[in-house]
Nanobody, 118 residues
Framework: QVQLVESGGGLVQPGGSLRLSCVASRSIFSSNAMGWYRRAPGKERELVAAITSGGSTNYADSVKGRFTISRDNAKNTVYLQMNSLKPEDTAVYYC????????????WGKGTLVTVSS
């Protein structure tokens, strides 16, 4: 089992910044990839950003140039730096860990709420 715990959400004004953190109970180096997803009110969950064990990154078009995903293997932590936030970024953000290669499963955190509003 792998537990993923997100933190860093909150209320921020448009144009502001937040950094989300996801701490894993097991080595993130063992994962194939770690990612952040979000679910906005009334919408389907969507991929925001992902980072592979090799460090390759992938972003949704809507956040390119504004969000940055990174990982600290020593701390078993994945970060999502979010800049120039917009009201449409309001959502619950979920951490995702693809451990299928070693544990045969994909794991999810419980989510952290980000609200962008003036």
């Amino acid at each position: 089992q792998v537990q993923l715990v997100e933190s860093g959400g909150g209320l921020v004004q448009p144009g502001g910044s937040l950094r989300l953190s996801c701490v894993a109970s097991r080595s993130i180096f063992s994962s194939n990839a770690m990612g952040w997803y979000r679910r906005a009110p009334g919408k389907e969950r969507e991929l925001v950003a992902a980072i592979t064990s090799g460090g390759s990154t992938n972003y949704a078009d809507s956040v390119k140039g504004r969000f940055t995903i990174s990982r600290d293997n020593a701390k078993n932590t994945v970060y999502l730096q979010m800049n120039s936030l917009k009201p449409e970024d309001t959502a619950v953000y979920y951490c995702n860990g693809d451990y299928r290669l070693i544990y045969g499963m994909v794991y999810w955190g419980k989510g952290t709420l980000v609200t962008v509003s003036s």
